[in-house]
């Protein structure tokens, strides 16, 4: 059973920074794409990032040039350092990746950008 386990969310003044780091479990395949989504009360969940395990980025218009996605494939780990957050950051932060054609989901973490 894949898992995938989320850390790094929590509270943090607008201009602030947090990263958060998503490992995979239980799966000896590697992550052909790894990405994170976020959901805020009401709204849909959107891709705000995504690498490739070769190396090919994308990203959300609002969060580029302040957010940046890397990985480690040997630890089947990746992050998303977001820098100069903005109240209208603040979601539920879900990690996600595909092996092998699956689908997996993180639990989600929450991110509030406050004063």
């Known amino acids: 059973q894949v898992q995938l386990v989320e850390s790094g969310g929590g509270w943090v003044q607008p201009g602030g920074s947090l990263r958060l780091s998503c490992a995979a479990s239980?799966?000896?395949?590697?992550?052909?794409?790894m990405g994170w989504h976020r959901q805020a009360p009401g709204n849909e969940r959107d891709l705000v990032a995504a690498i490739t395990a070769s190396g090919l980025t994308n990203y959300l218009d609002s969060v580029k040039g302040r957010f940046t996605i890397s990985k480690d494939n040997a630890k089947k780990t990746w992050w998303l350092q977001m820098n100069n957050l903005k109240p209208e950051d603040t979601a539920v932060y879900y990690c996600s990746g595909i092996a092998s054609g699956r689908a997996y989901w993180g639990q989600g973490t929450q991110v509030t950008v406050s004063s």
């Open positions: 239980g799966t000896g395949a590697s992550m052909d794409y």
